[in-house]
């Protein structure tokens, strides 16, 4: 059944629970883009830590366990911040757009989704990086699906490569890939698959890529995901695009 199919996550779900003091529920959603999610918006009025998978994955066990160990990293740090874009920097990805060929109602509909998407990204892959190294160093018993996750991650990532210059603006860009390139070398440090960096190694991605993996991994365990993601701003030169707001 494929309730048992994430046995493997079972300490890592035993211990979101014993931090927030609310039941593990995970659920299955075949309409998912992404592999997982955890509603963290429901928390507060749900009084349970839903966690949407879609079954048709094979990498369900590591999916669960990262999902609680996001859990775990949300209650230990107790931050209230959105990231936000930068008053003027929408308009201004608006024009960018717009001088890339795009009509003006166009240029709206892609400015959103992109930036959306880029901030999105930014919040989320340096402490995805934490997480996977942290999952793999304190529990083996999901290596073997870690690598298999990991793997498919970083085989879709390569898709970014492939993105026409020539339809989105530069920094845009250049930013998912970078990150995307992050991923791909933490990967290659932790599960000594030195192949999976290659393609973006290619393309000229090392440095920045280097960096970035170690703007996370010279912090400490307990460094803030706010903290992780702001050294990410100065280094990919995102600081006029991307800000933090209270909530």
């Not at 874009?85 to 757009?97: A, C, D, I, L, M």
């Not at 290659?188 to 170690?214: A, H, M, Q, S």
């Amino acid at each position: 059944m494929i309730e048992n199919n994430y046995k493997q996550a079972a300490r890592l779900i035993q211990a979101a629970e014993t931090i927030s003091k609310l039941p593990v529920r995970v659920s299955w959603d075949d309409t998912l883009q992404v592999g997982a999610k955890l509603h963290l918006s429901e928390i507060e009025w749900a009084k349970q830590l839903r966690i949407s998978v879609n079954p048709k994955r094979q990498d369900i066990p590591y999916l669960v366990a990262s999902q609680c160990a996001v859990a775990i990293r949300f209650f230990q740090q107790q931050e209230e911040k959105q990231l936000i874009s930068v008053k003027g920097s929408r308009e201004k990805t608006v024009n960018e757009y717009i001088e890339l060929g795009y009509s003006p109602e166009e240029a709206e509909i892609m400015a959103q989704k992109t930036v959306s998407g880029i901030g999105d990204q930014l919040r989320g892959m340096p402490s995805q990086i934490v997480v996977t190294t942290w999952l793999y160093r304190d529990y083996p018993e999901l290596r073997e699906n870690q690598l298999l996750h990991c793997t498919r991650e970083v085989e879709t990532s390569y898709a970014s490569l492939t993105m026409p210059k020539a339809k989105f603006p530069q920094w845009l860009l250049i930013s998912h890939q970078a990150m995307n390139g992050a991923f791909a070398l933490a990967t290659d440090y932790l599960l000594e698959r030195n192949d999976l960096f290659e393609p973006f190694k290619k393309e000229g991605f090392e440095t920045i890529c280097t960096g970035l993996v170690g703007d996370v991994i010279s912090g400490k365990p307990d460094t803030p995901d706010t903290d992780l993601v702001d050294k990410w701003l100065k280094r990919l030169e995102l600081t006029d695009r991307f800000e933090w707001k209270a909530l």
